[in-house]
């Protein structure tokens, strides 16, 4: 069930990109502000590596790190317009500027950086509700940042409300609880994408169709309950050499080639031995190729280990 929406609430909204916070909580960061509620939406990346929109709307195919930049910070303001049409100030966004589509990099090699950063801004800010990415998103910084907040929440000893939101990947459709938005709601989350000029002008039916969708949210523990040490994947031993397995918790960040992984032998489905995931939870694996691709999104992702 969805949490009570009051002045008491303190949301916090966790976005990837720039428009995943119109996306997943347009109608939401509506009601928490007429409940007289607190809110602070942050931003992880600025969404500059994105090259198609970029090269369609700059007529350009070179794109370098001032352009990238650039995008970024036009990206940047197309955010604040939007939290604007939503009754939001530009101080309630905090942006991270982390390397967008580098977050899953990003924690291998950084990771305690990033929760110091992410554990000091929780300190500060106590919410009592999170909204984040759900662990199940097929877009890797999406399923990455669920991860990271995780983690940053559990090592500050923080227990909010956390409600996952899906932006890639249609699975889970009907399994989360809905928020019901008014018309009026509805009509200016609409108007709050409109906002994000760069993306609406080379995918605005697949943007409009995203903003029209509705509202789902699951309440965590949800259906990515923690299963064992027990892996949920079997992929084909012809793709082993190029697989890498990652488990994060509370202790760090550990990375394998899948055959070189702890596994326990003699098991029907690929299992952790215990000592892989030993550190204070919560506990995460991820299972991806290790070789450069033009495909984006996870085939395989996170799950979430007890
Ligand atoms: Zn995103």
Redesign the pocket.
């Known amino acids: 069930m969805l949490p009570i929406i009051d002045k008491q609430t303190r949301l916090l909204v966790i ?3 720039p ?2 916070e119109t996306i997943s909580a347009g109608g939401l960061l509506q009601q928490v502000r007429d409940a007289g509620g607190d809110i602070r939406i942050w931003l992880l990346t600025d ?1 500059d590596n994105n090259p198609w929109p970029q090269r369609w709307l700059e007529r350009r195919v070179w794109i370098g790190a001032e352009g990238r930049r650039r995008w970024g910070m036009r990206r940047r303001r197309e955010v604040v317009g939007a939290l604007r049409t939503l009754g939001l100030a530009p101080e309630q966004l905090e942006g991270f500027s982390w390397p967008d589509m580098g977050l899953t990099r990003q924690l291998k090699t950084d990771h305690e950086a990033m929760l110091d950063l992410l554990g000091a801004r929780l300190r500060a800010w106590r919410p009592n509700t999170v909204v984040l ?1 759900d662990l199940g998103d097929h ?1 890797p ?2 399923g990455v940042a669920h991860v990271l907040l995780r983690l940053a929440l559990a090592r500050e000893g923080l227990a909010p409300c956390l409600l996952t939101y899906l ?2 990947g249609g699975a889970l459709a009907g399994a989360g609880d809905v928020l019901a938005l008014s018309p009026g709601q509805q009509a200016t989350k609409r108007e709050a994408m409109e906002s994000h000029t760069s993306q609406t002008a080379l995918s605005g039916a697949r943007m409009r169709q995203l903003v029209e969708r509705p509202e789902v949210f699951t309440v965590l523990p949800g259906h990515w309950a923690a299963q064992g040490r027990q892996l949920p994947w079997q992929p084909a031993s012809w793709l082993h050499p190029w697989l890498r397995l990652t488990v994060a918790d509370g202790s760090g960040v550990r990375s394998w080639r899948w055959g070189d992984a702890p596994m326990l032998e003699d098991e029907a489905r690929p299992t952790l031995r215990p000592e892989a995931c030993a550190g204070p939870g919560p506990r995460f694996a991820k299972l991806h190729m290790d070789i450069p691709s033009p495909w984006i999104f996870d085939v395989w992702g996170w799950c979430e280990l007890a």
């Open positions: 976005a990837p990109h428009d995943d969404g990415p877009h910084d999406h932006v890639h």
